[in-house]
């Protein structure tokens, strides 16, 4: 099994956006902000925006040298947002300020950030876009204690692209955000590059990078430290009516990830996922290291992933692939299930030359009985854990794999699977 080359995205990195000579630059105290970290400069960074839009050739927005306090704002078509390093721009902690809206087909709120059916974005400058969201957490964690169902949905996401082209992050920091930090949905032509994405360990859902039924997504030289998955690759909801595009073409290279749940495709899966390609990558510390993740009730067609160059360090779990999730492995004797639109198919996949120490448990790689998991290739594997490695409902090709369990047997072959080694 061999990578489908990404035509052209991987081209896309050296292909930096260049602005015309006729492009404005509005910065963003000429229009009234204040950057004092207490007066709310919204109005005053939108009509920024709005002015630069409005101009031929767009233009970049400039903050500089302070925190500037913001609700939400909108950015248009042919704009840069240029935070300047020593510069943050802080999210109200005003709740009432992000409205209610219909957002990725579901109840939630307007992102901090946001742009939606625009093209020709940047953000840059080296600065911070922090989310204050820290009492939306707090406010998760009640409902979440309180048996409230929704709350997944109750809190703004970081910085969105809704339906976006030609999307440019580098050189900042996105932190701190309410919910998920940095969503392209449904957008095309990414690039996350040189940029940290962060937040406290225990923030629920904060993951850093969500490519979400999005094309041609380079992320590159991320250091993401989240409370949940450093990246998580989606393209549909739980139960989704449909119809819901695929995320493919993805390229994730020379990153590091520290907390967090990994790197992750899925759950939510409803329009599928091809062409990952994943290298580079050193996980120290996350709950999980390569996580491929659906159920019945969210899945679709997940094939040609190439997982290469990988180093682990503390990770709970190395390899988790599994279409049981929440759970990781299913309890007891499983029965095939009618095949339906949200039915999983997880194949060809390629994990290789990866190296896992201090792991409490190897993996898993589990498939339905309906749907197992079909040609998966682990290539050069040294994974070092206290349990093992545990396989069903698989068609898996072993070369050179070793897994060293300090507890019972390094892997763990279910009459439901096959492991042919090479």
């Known amino acids: 099994m061999r990578f489908v080359a990404l035509v052209g995205v991987v081209a896309l990195v050296a292909a930096p956006r260049v602005w015309a000579a006729s492009a404005k630059t509005c910065d963003v105290r000429k229009f009234g902000a204040k950057g004092d970290g207490t007066t709310k400069d919204t109005a005053a960074i939108q009509k920024a925006i709005d002015t630069c839009a409005a101009h031929k050739g767009g233009g970049v927005v400039r903050l500089s040298g302070g925190t500037f306090l913001s609700g939400p704002i909108v950015l248009k078509s042919n704009i840069t947002l240029n935070i ?72 703004p996401r970081g910085v969105v692209f809704d339906h976006c082209k030609h999307v440019r992050i580098e050189g900042v920091t996105v932190q701190n955000a309410a919910m998920w930090q940095i969503v392209p949905y449904y957008t095309d032509d990414v690039v996350i590059r040189d940029t940290k994405v962060l937040a406290d360990p225990h923030s629920p859902n904060t993951d850093a990078i969500d490519p979400f039924s999005s094309t041609n997504v380079v992320i590159e030289h991320v250091l993401a430290d989240v409370g949940d998955d450093d990246v998580a690759i989606k393209s549909g909801m739980i139960n989704s009516p449909g119809p819901d595009a695929p995320s493919k073409n993805i390229v994730i290279r020379d990153c590091t990830f520290l907390h967090g749940h990994g790197l992750s495709i899925g759950s939510e899966l409803a329009g599928g ?150």
């Open 84 to 155: 300047a390093e020593g510069t943050t721009l802080l999210g109200s902690p005003d709740h009432a300020d992000y409205p209610k809206k219909t957002e990725f087909r579901g109840p939630g709120y307007q992102a901090f950030v946001g742009a939606v059916n625009a093209e020709n974005l940047t953000i840059t400058g080296g600065g911070v876009i922090d989310g204050n969201g820290k009492s939306w957490w707090d406010e998760a964690r009640h409902q979440k204690d309180a048996g409230l169902l929704g709350s997944e949905n109750s809190r």
């Open 273 to 422: 996922a091809q062409n990952v390609l994943a290298e580079r990558i050193t996980f120290k510390g996350t709950d999980n290291g390569i996580r491929i993740k659906s159920n019945r009730d969210r899945g679709a067609d997940v094939s040609h992933m190439v997982f290469r160059d990988i180093t682990m360090e503390d990770v709970k779990t190395a390899v988790l692939i599994s279409e049981y999730y929440p759970k990781a492995y299913p309890e007891g004797e499983v029965s095939a299930a009618p095949i339906g639109r949200l039915t999983p198919f997880f194949h060809d996949i390629e994990i290789e030359n990866l190296k896992a120490t201090g792991s409490k448990q190897a993996g898993v790689i589990v498939g339905l009985p309906e749907a197992p998991v079909k040609t998966i290739v682990l290539k050069n594997l040294d994974i070092q854990a206290q349990t093992g490695m545990k396989i069903a409902y698989t068609q898996a090709t072993f070369d050179h794999v070793t897994v060293t369990a300090v507890e019972g047997e390094g892997i763990t072959v279910s009459p439901t699977a096959t492991v042919t080694k090479q």
